[in-house]
């Protein structure tokens, strides 16, 4: 099971945004990280804790293994807003955390 | 550039089968290079990994759907569906495809809202 904190936060552009994703046992680095926003489709971020995908702005990083993991956006952008999902694939079934809604404050 | 493009009917009967096919351009399952997947979002938002496919016909089902759900592949057409039988009001939600399910989930379509409806 995946725990996403907070549920909510309230951010400006420009903010530094930490979220983070607990598991309940280990899921070593098998750890992805998805932005979605109202009527799209989820898009992958960072895979394997802390790379990031192709033509991902690097103001997105990732950290973390084991069962404590965090995204972090050094600089909030208006594209940024939306909501994010994190994914573990080291313990089949594949799990998605609940969610964490970035709005504009 | 990777597509994939869920159809399908977006009202279903409760006790019926929900069908879903993805269409997948810009990749060929056949290449043996990638898992096809089908994940589904609640109306909470919440997201649940249905299952996968290879293009060798093997799969792997979420035990919360196995003994409903079947994941099919079409190599000629570049192609793999999903059904899920006795649907009920849980089952109502939007529907994706995505290309991944080894591990992460790299590609998605724009996926389908299907809603079961008495």
């Known amino acids: 099971q995946m725990t996403q904190s907070p549920s909510t936060l309230s951010a400006s552009v420009g903010d530094r945004v930490t979220i983070t994703c607990r598991a309940s046992q280990s899921v070593n680095n098998g750890l992805a990280w998805y932005h979605q926003t109202p009527g799209k489709a989820p898009k992958l971020l960072i895979y394997?804790?802390?790379t990031l995908q192709t033509g991902v702005p690097s103001t997105f990083s990732g950290s973390g293994s084991g069962t404590e993991f965090t995204l972090t956006i050094s600089g909030l952008q208006p594209d940024d807003f939306g909501t994010y999902y994190c994914?573990?694939?080291?313990?089949?079934?594949?799990?998605f955390g609940q969610g964490t809604k970035v709005e504009i404050k | 550039q990777v597509q994939l493009q869920e159809s399908g009917p977006g009202l279903v009967r409760p006790l019926q089968t929900l069908s879903l096919t993805c269409t997948v351009s810009?990749?060929?399952?056949?290449?043996?290079?990638?898992?096809w997947s089908w994940i589904r979002q609640h109306p909470g938002g919440g997201l649940e990994w249905i299952g996968y496919i290879y293009y060798s016909g093997n799969t792997y089902y979420n035990p919360s759907l196995r003994s409903r759900v079947t994941i099919s592949v079409d190599t000629s057409k570049n192609q793999f569906s999903l059904m899920v039988t006795s649907v009920t009001a849980a089952d109502t939600g939007v529907y994706y495809c995505?290309?991944?399910?080894?591990?992460?989930?790299?590609?998605w379509g724009q996926g389908t809202q299907v809603t079961v409806y008495s």
């Open positions: 394997k804790a802390s």
């Open positions: 810009g990749d060929s399952i056949s290449s043996g290079g990638h898992y």
């Open positions: 994914q573990q694939y080291n313990i089949y079934p594949w799990t």
């Open positions: 995505a290309r991944g399910g080894y591990e992460y989930f790299d590609y």
